[in-house]
């Protein structure tokens, strides 16, 4: 009688569970770490320069929360449906773990398909409308295309054709989604040239006005983006009249009379940056710093009346 040998398990189908647990725990520390600064609006230590204007871009925010939280969410489902059915007992409870991994399996494509698409979204974002190099958005990216591979390579799935189908679904519904989150993004509500595109609330003092007018005077430009938030605080310290002695060169070609062909020739790093004297100042500075920087001699009672 010949014995039929049992074809043993590949080893990543073994290990495929413990890979994508481990993978996800790899994102959400990236996520969890953004959201922290995102939510405590602190500076976000990266290699690259472009990391805060991708970071501080509208697409970094969706209904008003930082979406490092949801990509942290989005890593801890895909954690819990890995390691869950490795607590059930495969002896005492055969049928429940059997039946626990087919549709944990088949939730973990599902979220592994919509964060590989979703993440496909932002890399376009990234590289053709920001235009800057995030590493952590990039380490992000590749963890969830991992995910979507492995979800694929780490069973035995008993019908691929029912499975590139649900995929379809996923990418489909995936997409409409996102260009519904972030079409009011595509279609700016600006205001009608004034430099308030920012709502600026603030009152300026005469001081604040002098300063304005003195940066203008020794050629001093602020160059930002109609969506940064820390471009909109800047002009909040300057208020509403301050701010239209400044000169302001808009780098998003969705914002008010866009040069951002000026921008790339200076190689902005990131909004808002201040050109003071030849020399490049990114990041939010206080009004006293930019009257060091540009020889102010007036007043400095600085504020907001």
């Known amino acids: ?22 993978i996800g725990a790899f994102g959400a520390a990236i996520t969890s770490y953004l959201t922290i600064q995102a939510l405590q609006e602190g500076p976000t230590s990266c290699p690259t320069e472009g990391c805060e204007s991708v970071l501080d871009s509208p697409y970094a925010e969706v209904f008003g929360l930082p979406l490092a939280l949801f990509g942290f969410l989005a890593y801890v489902y895909m ?12 002896e005492t409870q055969k049928t429940l773990r059997t039946k626990v991994e087919n549709y944990t399996w088949l939730l973990m494509f599902v979220g592994a398909c919509s ?15 920001i235009q800057s190099i995030c590493w952590f958005c990039i380490g992000s990216a590749i963890a969830s295309f991992s995910l979507l591979v492995l979800t694929i390579i780490g069973r035995n799935w008993d019908d691929i054709g029912q499975l590139v189908f649900l995929g379809v679904i996923v990418a489909m519904v995936t997409i409409i989604s996102t260009l519904a989150i ?26 604040n006005i002098s300063l304005a007018q003195h940066l203008t005077n020794v050629g001093a430009v602020m160059y930002g983006a109609y969506w940064c938030n820390f471009c ?7 208020g509403q009249q301050a701010i ?16 951002p062909d000026v921008c790339q020739a200076k190689g902005i790093p990131g909004y808002p940056a201040w050109e003071i004297n030849g020399e490049l100042h990114p990041g939010l500075i206080s009004l006293e710093r930019l009257a060091q920087l540009s020889g102010y001699t007036g007043s400095r009672n600085f504020g907001n009346s």
């Not at 590989?116 to 409308?129: C, R």
């Not at 600006?190 to 709502?199: A, F, K, M, P």
């Not at 239209?244 to 009379?257: F, H, K, R």
Request: hydrophobic letters at 40%; a negative charge.
């Open 79 to 90: 954690i819990a449906m890995a390691v869950v059915p490795l607590f059930i007992s495969s």
């Open 232 to 238: 909109e605080q800047q002009k909040q310290l300057f």
């Open 115 to 129: 964060m590989a698409i979703f993440s496909s979204y932002l890399m376009y974002i990234m590289a053709f409308e």
């Open 244 to 259: 239209n002695y400044l000169t302001y060169i808009e780098c998003d070609p969705g914002g008010e009379n866009p040069q």
């Open 182 to 207: 972030y079409a009011p993004i595509k279609n700016p509500s600006l205001s009608d040239g004034s430099q308030n595109s920012y709502n600026i609330t603030s009152a300026s003092n005469p001081d």
């Open 1 to 22: 009688m010949i014995q039929m040998r049992q074809r043993s398990t590949p080893w990543i189908q073994q290990k495929s569970r413990l890979i994508i647990a481990g």
